[in-house]
Each structure stands twice: as C-alpha cells, then as structure tokens.
C-alpha cells in the first residue's frame, strides 16, 4: 500500500541513460521536490500533499536512490557528480510537461537543486534548500567540528569499497542510527516510511551509488563548483534549517548562502535536520508563501 494519497500517481520515467522513479499529485504551478541522503521521496509524505493544494507537486528519488536506476560507478565518479543527478531532474520534469519550475531540496536533494539552478537557470523558477550550505563552503570551512559532526561525508568517500562492505553487513542499523541521531523534537519518523529506506538502501546498487554519490561531492562535484567560484544563483532563494540541527547551530545560513545566490530569505525551523519529517507542516507553509504566484 502506498504511503502517499491516491491522488499521487507513481511513474518511472527514462531520462538519458537512467529510469526516474517519482509520484505526480496535485495541480497548478508546478514544484519539484528532492529527498536526502538516507532517504526517498517518502521524506515528503506529509508535505508534499499539503502542497497539492496549490501546486502540481512532483515526488523523485534521485539517481542511486529509491527505485530510481542505479548506475555502476566509474572511476572519477562523474555518474553520481551533482550536475549529473541536476540534469536528470531538468529532464524528468520536461517528460512531465513542465519547462520550468520551483524546486525544493532537502539535504543531498539541495546539493543537486543548487547545481539545477545555476546549470539550468531558465528552468529553475525558484529554489528552496533545506538545512544546508554549499557544498564548496563547508569543505572550504571544514574543521574538527565539521570532522565530528559530519563524519559521514569522509567514511562514505574513502574508496576502496570500506563504507560499501562495512554499510552492506548492517544497513537497517546505518539507516536507523544516522536518523535517530539527528532529530529534536516535532513528529515521530514514520515507521513505515522508515523501513522503506531501509528496503531501498539494501540494495548493494544503492549503497554503491549512495558512497559515489559523497566521493564526487569531495571530488568532481568540487571541481564544478571551483569552475563556477564566480557565478551566483539568479533566481530568488528559499533557506530553511533547523535551529537545532548541526547546519543551524555552526553557520550564518543566510549570509553563507548570499555569498552563493543574489536574492536569499529564509528562517530556522524547530527542528534537528529532517525538517520535511519533523515539522511538515511548518515546512509546507514557508514553501507555499515562497512560492506562491505574484
């Protein structure tokens, strides 16, 4: 049974070389949301069809993840860099009908929207990332508090199948410790939606994907951003974080991410990390009020 209205239609879609796997609910403007790392589209059971009042809202799960393709790694990477994982969004959504669109994106999910907007600005209408900075400032900015408290970002890249083998002999407890640590109050995680990430990240495809996806954001994904050093996100810019998660508690979200984009609001939310899961409804409304129609 489907964890998400019936209104939500489920497709999977081929885009290039990958199948999409996403659900399409609601109607109006159209808006893209994007799920983190561990998770699936399922991160926005509860926000996405709060959403659907005003919106034609599209569910993905990003390449590696989910039920979407998983493509075998390749030395350098590339097929887990960002700005590969942006085009395969740009392309879901233009399958879908929709040339251009907001984007929201949680985590890994504003990794790849961040990319979107500045490879693909005449699609992105909007965007909105939650409970991040960029990529290149946290690396640029990293320090033993960085070192601790994301300690994920550097056991996933090391290479040489460590993180692939240790994370395949306990996936159910990877998946359970990472969210269970990084939460502060709000709703429950959902039991059913958490065991769905534990069924997608079984895959040994999707762990594979999951470790290339962390090696290319401390490798190519950094060389894209070093490129683009100069260029700043045009279209308006939505910041959400939780006041109690790591991001919230160790940066000036918004004036980080107005070094990265020209037109930035945003707010703290009550919240650790997983703000669509913990505060849906809080999230919902400051995604409806920055995306609504003038």
Known sequence: MSLLPESF????????????????????????????YPQTHLIWRRV???????HTVVLADLRGYGDSSKPAPTANDVEYSKRAMAADQVSLMRALGFDRFGVVGH????????????????????????????TRHSFEHADTTFGLGYFHWFFLAAGNGIPERLLAAEPDFWIRSRM?????????????????YVRCFSDPAAIA???????????????????????????????????????????AVLDVWRDYAADVKGQALP?????????????????????RPT
């Open 209 to 251: 994907a999951s470790c290339a996806d962390y090696r290319a954001a401390a490798g190519i994904d950094l060389v894209h951003d070093s490129a683009d050093a100069d260029r700043r996100v045009e279209c308006p810019l939505l910041a959400l974080w939780g006041e109690h998660s790591f991001v919230g508690r160790t940066y």
């Open 180 to 196: 269970n640590s990084r939460r502060h109050g709000g709703a429950p995680f959902d039991p059913a939606a958490v065991d769905e």
């Open 48 to 54: 996405g069809p709060l959403l659907a009042t005003d």
């Open 107 to 134: 985590d890994r999910g504003g990794r790849v929207a961040h990319r979107m907007a500045l490879d693909a600005p005449d699609a992105v209408q909007r965007l909105a990332v939650l409970d991040i900075v960029p």
């Open 271 to 291: 919240s650790d990390h997983y703000l669509p899961e913990e505060q849906p409804e809080l999230v919902a409304e400051a995604v409806r009020e920055f995306f």
């Open 9 to 36: 239609v489920y497709q999977d879609i081929d885009v290039d070389d990958v199948r999409i796997h996403c659900a399409v609910g609601g109607d109006g403007p159209p808006l893209l949301l994007l799920h983190g």
